[in-house]
């Protein structure tokens, strides 16, 4: 298969975490005689010292004659109190590409479960997909401040269609996985989330084998950490959304697991959920594997399984043997975010050789012949 790949890897951490992906995607083009060109655009703060655009009309050109998107992180604390934030062009771009739908995959690895806060028994076998609405609700809406500062408002707006279209991706999802949906919303105060409520209720009719249940968000949040084996497939508004996955990253340990997908009709984007982590910058400790992740997302995406399922299956030899970076609290020095790349894309390429082998080669002790 032959992909165009649009690389935007952003601020901070984005561009070192991007390059281990890439890695993983060329490991698996040589391996399985597939051809991926990566094209890359600048987006954010690195954009807006580039042209003072966040994410400018030709990384947009880019975007929309690549066959996907491979994205970095976005932000940089030099713009907190600008007008012009790096974090207004990832909004732009889910717009103007209509990313209406983003996926977050949570998955507790069994290497790492006693990494999380979170107690063992709560977190084995744990595996939600999150389905949240991306495009509109309140970061969309119409902003005001008043001339003199005392008031501020923010306005949360949905049309049904807009619900629709990314509850029938959450139920065809849940068919195919363990058929149940949870809608998060707040539909006690909400009119939105009423709306929400009235049109997922009245779509799973056209699922009768999909469990439909309903949480407020408040109670989600307190169950995302009581009882997270509960949930199958989450369903939700944009805030709602980007808040829970959020703390769904607590239960693999580390937010630097987490990989996304944002997709719409015609376009589709593959990300970290991590930030650009500026302190991190430079320093080779930013844990690639969320960003990594997201390349078999986008492996997926395209029905290449197998190559996505070999990307997962290195990124869980790389935990269980310790090659990861010291967020996941494993003190290899020696182990750097390019390094774990390196592994991976070793593996890839040689998953028959010795887990020792391996261990060594990426701790600095020998080479590969």
């Not at 509960?230 to 990989?259: K, R, Y």
């Not at 492996?299 to 290449?304: A, C, K, R, S």
């Not at 894309?345 to 082998?357: E, G, K, L, R, V």
Request: aromatic fraction near 8%; charge should be negative.
């Amino acid at each position: 298969m032959k992909l165009n790949i649009a690389v935007l890897a952003g601020d901070g951490i984005g561009p070192e975490v991007s390059d281990q992906a890439i890695k993983a995607l060329n490991a698996i083009a040589l391996e399985f005689d597939h051809k991926f060109s990566f094209n890359y655009a600048k987006v954010g703060g690195a954009a807006i010292d580039d042209c003072g655009d966040p994410f400018p009309q030709k990384t947009l050109e880019l975007c929309k004659t690549s066959d996907a998107i491979l994205f970095g992180a976005i932000g940089d604390p030099k713009y907190d109190n600008a007008e012009i934030r790096p974090e207004q062009g990832l909004l732009k771009m889910r717009k103007e590409l209509g990313l209406f739908a983003n996926i977050r995959p949570v998955k507790a690895f069994d290497s790492l479960l006693d990494k999380s806060p979170l107690k063992t028994h709560l977190i084995k076998d744990v595996d939600i997909s999150i389905y949240r609405e991306l495009t509109g609700g309140i970061y969309f809406g119409k902003k005001e401040v008043s001339q003199d500062g005392n008031y501020a408002s923010d306005l949360c707006e949905y049309s049904k269609k807009e619900i629709e279209r990314v509850a029938h991706l959450a139920f065809k999802a849940a068919k195919a996985r363990r058929q149940k949906v949870t809608l998060i919303d707040k539909a006690n105060v909400l009119e939105t989330s009423r709306l929400w409520r009235r049109t997922v209720t009245e779509l799973s009719k056209a699922y009768p084998e999909v469990k439909l249940e309903y949480l407020y968000v408040d109670n989600a949040a307190m169950q995302m950490i009581l009882n997270p084996k509960q949930f199958d497939v989450i369903l939700t508004e944009n805030m709602f959304g980007d808040i829970i996955s959020d703390e769904a990253s607590v239960i693999g340990g580390s937010i630097g697991l987490i990989p996304s997908a944002s997709i719409g009709d015609k376009y589709a984007l593959f990300e970290p959920i991590h930030g650009s982590y500026p302190e991190a910058n430079g320093k080779g400790i930013a844990n690639p594997i969320a960003a990594i992740l997201s390349a078999a997302m986008l492996l997926e995406h395209f029905g290449l399984f197998d190559e996505a399922e070999i990307i997962n299956y290195a990124v869980e030899k790389s935990l269980k043997l310790g090659i990861t970076t010291p967020d996941l609290g494993i003190k290899h020095e020696e182990i750097s975010t390019s390094k774990v790349g390196d592994f991976i894309a070793d593996f890839i390429s040689n998953p028959t050789d010795s887990n020792h082998n391996f261990l060594n080669i990426h701790i600095g002790q020998s080479t590969i012949i």
